[in-house]
């Protein structure tokens, strides 16, 4: 049987352009043709005083098997918590073809947000600042033809860009001094190792009671090959230095393709992997192949634009028939 799992990140879905990119965003979702759909970067709405929802992702399936898929989302953390209202923006959503056996968000709870004293804020830092995660990690849990288990790990991690750091920023919002910036990049890279670290835990929770266990972790990484990030979830022997750990790494898919296709952004000319899919040694197993849908990306400097900055990833595992 057939299995295709997708990461694809819309790049700020709202409803704002939405009829402008439904001709270029709904034939890239028909051609992922997937079984389970992570997506990241999708916006919420509301009508009137009612609650938020994900109206323009409703509107982007339209027409689409998709629309009929059970679907998992983050909600929002501010003062609707503990209501079914998404965010105002960058929800995770993972939309499968069977059934969705859990779900749950995990932000700060397997990873404490380290506490760091600024260096260069202005008035100086009178102590230490906890720096929080920006999203949630979305887990998934889907029940495959047969009863297995699938489990999904949904990631966005922190961007690359510098991080605020007090009175480091002019009032058109460019830095003072090049210590700040680098202060904020500094402070952006431990957002996204902590979390990635989070991460890793949480998929060792998952390992520790079913160490057969078919997991994923996918999505937007900020983060490419050889990266810290990219590190922590992979675990590999050649980090850890014992070989008894190698059932517990996880395995970055792009390995299978060629160096010239391993890229899903474009910055400045350059190419880079920023997204990426992570697989258990149990669906490794299974896997048959990784698809970049590359073609039509553009320079994500190149401003507005209908396209996503980010082209989606596809991989395809041939799973045994119920």
Known sequence: MRLRIASFNLENLDAGGLEERLPVLRPQLRRLDADVLCLQEVDGQREGQGPRRLLALDRLLEGTDYAG???????????????????????????????????????????????YRFATAEPAAEGPTRLGFDRPLLLVTVELPGGTPLHLVNLHLRAPSAAPVPGQKEEDGSWRTTGGWAEGCFVAAVKRAAQALE????????????????????????????????????????DTGNGRLAARSLVPLERALPEDRRYSVVHGGRRALFDHVLVSRPLLGLFRELEIHSETLGDDLAGDTVESDHAPLVAEFELPDP
Do not use: C
Not at 79 to 107: D, T, Y
């Open 69 to 115: 898929f059970p679907r998992a989302s983050t909600v929002s953390t501010g003062r609707h918590a503990g209501k079914p209202w998404v965010a105002q923006a960058h929800n995770l959503v993972v939309l499968s073809r069977w059934p969705v056996r859990e779900r749950r968000e995990v932000r700060e709870e397997l990873v404490a947000p380290p506490e």
């Open 199 to 238: 991460a890793r835990l949480l998929v060792e929770s998952i390992l520790d009671t079913e160490p057969e266990a078919l997991v994923v972790v996918l999505g937007d990484l900020n983060a490419g090959e050889g990266s810290t990030p990219l590190r922590l979830l992979a675990a590999e022997a050649g």
